[in-house]
DNA sequence: CCTGATCCTGCAAACGTCTGCAATTACGAA
DNA sequence: TTCGTAATTGCAGACGTTTGCAGGATCAGG
């Protein structure tokens, strides 16, 4: 199987003996031309097949109708949702989408960008990786005058426009949740204290324990990699405690799934012996035993904004300034959390 | 935040004083240049922050190093993890990737060939949409020399190379599995009959009971749509059976998922009363209650294994000749078939 | 029959890069 | 000093499109 020839406008110009111009023309039905002429075009491009070159046609114009996107893993069904939602909107308008997954990496995100950016993206959609915690890269796009949106896991400094969740809003709906449960020692299991989704969740969590007239109690909150090892040491920590907490909040859904499961193995009763509660709301927690308690965060509703964004400011239609825009979250309650 | 202006060779050569051409040639390092002429261009470059323009390159060169993958949609953690094999991949072989979902439509699959051949690919990586059951455009594509490897969802006859599991071998295996625990009344849940997967695994599931001296009984398959509604009718159906079947064997994990859940809240004991196996070894398998005995896939090996295929076809490693590349699955047994 | 307007089409340059070839310079040897 | 050769650089055309401009044809009105 030998490299595939393309059709191009001049073979079917040679065809028709006349100039490129006016093929050219006639594809993109131009008023002024000869409606005879039009009509042969068109009807002779179709018989061999033409398709126009993309590439050549983004030169030209310089603007290759090409999105980038940048996420931290593909295989995280919430991130799959995002770039769903991304994809169906960028298509409906015109756009082509170039996907790429940074693997937590800050290193691999800055080649991500690089390529992204060489390949004449007209903008950039970008969720950051666990590891990013210095932004020049996002700065350097600034100043090159590049567009991009930031959504889901953002810096908050850098003036461009977000897509966030109000993950304040979620983890306190959640803790007052547990709370009217009848919990009062709440445990919140952490991400990395610099994520950003990190520390807005545990505002909301602290503030739902205030309303309580609870203070921070710094041996009810535990920090985990947030991998499986990792889980199943806080779970295993948080099982010897004495006493145990009423309720434990992880950050996110899959941390809840790693300790609910661990805390089976060891016989721990869920939610007889503790409330258990995440965030995210994965496919997952909905068929795990006890069904968990959680936070719903729609991720097609969130790419289908940001990238919408992105294309009223590519398009000139958005303000230049930017903006944040940010969702509301709805509470999940289920089994799991049916302590008391 | 205007359009970003990237710097180009001719920018480097102003300030340089040469010719565009010596840019280029220093910066591919080319032997013919002036050792010094290079390491003044080359700085000069990295202080300008200069990024090729890789449409202007792939122009030229008249290849992208882009590949096009198409599958079914994104939000499926199998698929998401091919995709994630192909990218990793194709990236350390210094190719980016163009993703797109076709939705399970044969239209968008026809629309995502388009416009990816459109940008020039230098190959495309597919996976069937479940609707399509006309290969035209596939036979297009043949016609047209361009270089794709089918994967997973194939179409058997076409002379192209293709990487699928031994999808007869997995229902074998798992099918065997429930024998060997004493089943001998096996329901086969199949998805729409048009489908590859659908009929190869029903192969495999009858080949099992065959070597049992068990002959096919049509009131012990059922066919679903592969929707909520419709794995819930299904689930139905079988309950009301009588005798209901000692197991049932679901095409893929979301459908046995569906049936679970269903069944539990008509208060049906499983394993006790009837034992269930999917196919996949979706993350949510291992989850649910009882863990569901499944078979394992793995996505990301497929995924490398596909690109890496179509590669060599490119590069004129691998024999111009199609071949046919097919994985090996691993049964996964799980609670919910210990059904005696 | 002339003039001007209108309609249609082609020429050529441009987008940014690559590369065969020609041109220039430098250098060593005779 | 004069060549021949090698080393270094530039020119120009190409990839496939798009588009401003100019040119030719046609036509109507005077």
Known sequence: MKKGHQITMKEIAKKLGVSVSTISRALKDSPELHPETKRKIVEMAKEMNYQPNLLAQSLRISRSKTLGVIVPEITSHFFASCISGIQDTANKRGYNVMICQSNES??????????????????????????TNTFEHLYDLYDREINFVLFDRVQEDIPVSKVTFNDAGGAYQVTHHLLEGGNRRILYVSGPEDLYISKKRKEGYLKALAEYGIGEDPSLIKISELTLDDNIRVANEIA???????????????????????????????PEEMALAGFT???????????????????YEMGKLAVSHLLDQLDG???????????????????SSQHF
Chains 1, 2 share one sequence.
Do not use: H, Y
Not at 245 to 268: E, H, N, R
């Open 317 to 335: 239609i958005a303000s230049e300034d930017p903006i944040s825009i940010v969702l509301e979250t709805t509470l999940v309650p289920r089994k």
């Open 106 to 131: 800050i290193e691999q995100e800055k080649a991500n960008i690089r390529t992204l950016v060489s390949s004449q993206v007209d903008g950039l959609l970008i969720s950051l990786s666990r590891e």
């Open 281 to 299: 709301n994965n496919p997952t927690s909905a068929v795990v035993e006890p069904p968990l308690t959680t936070v719903s965060q729609p991720g």
């Open 240 to 270: 010897e405690m004495n006493p145990r907490p009423d309720a434990v909040f992880c950050m996110i859904d899959p941390v809840a799934v790693d300790v609910l499961t661990q805390w089976k193995s060891m016989g721990i009763k869920i």
